[in-house]
């Protein structure tokens, strides 16, 4: 919902609310009032006393007095007929309402109220009504209003059909209302259950709380509190009515949480809802009055001091790993302005200082309205930003973890490349040592120290290529190149040219990198060499093979078992490995690791493929 739809759907409201006062024909013309501070003066006493002239909404605010409404009704008003007229109260949280009429022909007492069943109504509707003669010529009645809340009152004589069509629309803005009120408290409810947000949870009890009491005061409950005993349906109203300022106050208490105002502050909103059981006791033990004199002030101080707390929040003092709120605390202070505003305009009427307008008994409705759409506007662009915060927190944490990883990684490489490094040069290291430590040399360790420094010089290249390839792969340089020419030459300059057997066909020059083509071979020979028996021969093929529609030159390098026996078929091209019977021979376990990796940046693979008899690799090559 945007936010020009909201705005349209809130005038709305507020049109439909003044229809609901405002376009029947109201058939009293003058509102007067006298306060009988006693009591206890009869309906004949009153009418010598004088009566004071008013308008529109009566309020007094608490009195312990009887209150006295004399109502001028003129039976010409309007274009409707008929015999009769509805006179519909409002507020129904009055305790007490009596009907004092001169057409009355019956000595029967008419009393409606809140401690009065709904069923016993002359006209059931949300408001409180009496159904009184239209008269043929202007009279006064009387209402005698008795009550423990406060005593504004509105008061309206209209036809049947205006009734009915009051109420109607009456019951459809009351509905909205309602609606709206759910929406908010379904949308905390659901972020609540999902992030587990201890103020939007907060947000959600207090709407919920919101909506109790809202169905009380527009009189949804009375409907359904036939079967209570008489007097309760009072005494729930009321505990709904200091109930509701305690969910409000807790809700700030846990929103100005994060901003970290004075302690003073904070632990004196909690004084204002720890008197919540002392309110509740006082209208358990029937001293509703003193109870709702008591939440009032409560309302009118607690929004003051969570306003004086969020000014204060806007320098918090400086503390070690507190995180700033998403939401600027003038958006809070801001707030909060109009809370105490709004509700200040809302309480004096209802305490009886200061006249109000014909929407009064339904301020308290739209103000929960109005306050709860803006908090939840709040409360969402405070949740995406919290939403954001959090992923950016998650993505810093993910790369942190790789970089924990990656360094986890290297350490462990490194770990295994000394490791390695330390194992396989220690043998020629003591060859040489050996060596060089001899009184005579002969030409047999000459060899020998020649061996030992080609094995170390072997080592020493696969860590160089191997490095080269994983931080800066090659590139392929591809040219025309004779296969068994190259083959033959390579073999050749090793030093176990002589046990080699070449089968290579006759093959068309291919496109390939020759350098990186010697690299693969000659680790695949020198591995044959190393791990077969002495003076065996190696046999190395070479063919034409198409793989996949590709035509492409297989080479075959295969060779007997050694003293290493068998590899492990599946362990044989990870970095570092060796089998165990292997380190007899000096190697640095990057060999095959790095044929397997050159030969996927040449487009090809290599593989194992044993027979029964021979250690068999195979490298394909594309052409």
């Not at 008591?294 to 790993?321: E, H, S």
């Not at 030459?489 to 020759?514: F, H, K, N, V």
Request: a neutral charge; aromatic letters at 8%.
């Amino acid at each position: 919902m945007t936010p020009a739809m909201l705005i349209k759907m809130i005038l709305a409201l507020l049109l439909m609310g003044i229809a609901v006062s405002s376009n029947a024909a109201d058939h009293i013309v003058e509102r007067a009032y006298f306060e009988d501070s006693s009591a206890s003066l009869s309906w004949p006493q009153v009418q010598k006393e004088r009566f004071t002239p008013f308008a529109g909404v009566f309020t007094r605010g608490f009195t312990r007095s009887a209150i006295w409404l004399r109502l001028r009704i003129d039976p010409r008003a309007g274009q409707q007929s008929g015999e009769q007229l509805i006179l519909s109260i409002r507020p129904i949280y009055l305790d007490e309402v009596e009907l004092f009429d001169p057409l009355q022909v019956s000595d029967t007492p008419r009393v409606t109220g809140d401690r009065h069943p709904w069923g016993t109504a002359e006209y059931r509707s949300l408001n409180l009504n009496f159904v009184i003669p239209r008269g043929e010529v202007t009279r006064d009645i009387w209402l005698r209003i008795n009550t423990t809340s406060t005593t504004l009152s509105h008061v309206e004589a209209l036809s049947p059909s205006e009734t009915q069509t009051a109420d109607l629309q009456q019951g459809l803005l009351y509905s909205i209302l309602l609606a709206f009120q759910v929406l908010l408290m379904g949308w905390a409810a659901s972020h609540w259950a999902a992030q587990r947000d201890r103020v939007v949870g907060a947000f959600a009890f207090k709407q919920m709380v919101s909506i109790i009491f809202s169905l009380a005061y527009m009189g949804y409950v009375r409907l359904f509190a036939d079967t209570l005993p008489a007097g309760w349906l009072d005494r729930g109203f009321s505990l709904c009515i200091v109930a509701y300022p305690s969910a409000l106050i807790w809700f700030d208490y846990q929103l100005l949480r994060e901003y970290r105002p004075p302690q003073w502050g904070m632990r004196l909103l909690l004084c204002f809802i720890a008197l919540l059981p002392l309110e509740l006791v006082l209208i358990l033990v029937d001293q509703v009055q003193p109870a709702l004199r008591l939440n009032m002030l409560i309302v009118l101080g607690a929004p003051l001091v969570t306003l004086l707390l969020a000014i204060a929040a806007r320098n918090p003092a400086p503390v070690k790993d507190w995180v700033a709120p998403v939401i600027p605390i003038n958006v809070i202070v801001a707030f909060h302005v109009f809370v105490v505003l709004t509700l200040t305009i809302q309480v004096l009427p209802a305490l009886g200082l200061m006249e109000t307008f014909g929407l009064s008994h339904l301020n308290f409705l739209f103000h929960g309205l109005f306050n709860g759409i803006l908090m939840v506007t709040i409360l969402y662009v405070r949740a995406r930003r919290m939403e954001a915060k959090q992923a950016e927190v998650q993505t810093a944490l993910t790369i942190s973890e790789q970089q924990s990883r990656r360094e986890r990684q290297q350490r462990l490489e490194q770990s295994k490349f000394l490791s390695m490094l330390a194992h396989e040069l220690k043998t020629p290291l003591s060859i040489l040592r050996m060596v060089l430590g001899a009184k005579h040399s002969t030409p047999a360790l000459t060899d020998e120290a020649a061996r030992a420094i080609q094995d170390m010089n072997n080592v020493i290249e696969r860590c160089v290529q191997v490095d080269k390839m994983e931080e800066n792969p090659w590139q392929v340089s591809p040219q025309p190149m004779n296969v068994a020419d190259e083959l033959r030459a390579l073999c050749e300059s090793m030093r176990c040219g002589s046990r080699l057997q070449i089968q290579a066909a006759d093959l068309t020059p291919i496109e390939a990198d020759p350098k990186l083509l010697r690299i693969l071979l000659s680790n695949l020979i020198d591995n044959a060499d190393k791990y077969s028996p002495p003076h065996s021969s190696i046999l190395v093929e070479v063919l034409a093979e198409t793989r996949n529609g590709e035509a492409g030159v297989a080479f075959r390098i295969s060779n007997q078992p050694g003293k290493a026996g068998w590899p492990e078929a599946h362990m044989l091209f990870r970095k570092y490995y060796r089998s165990a019977g292997a380190h007899e021979a000096t190697g640095s376990g990057l060999g095959l690791y790095l044929v397997e990796h050159i030969a996927r940046i040449l487009g090809g693979q290599a593989s194992y493929q044993p027979t029964a008899t021979h250690i068999r690799f195979s490298l394909w090559i594309p052409a």
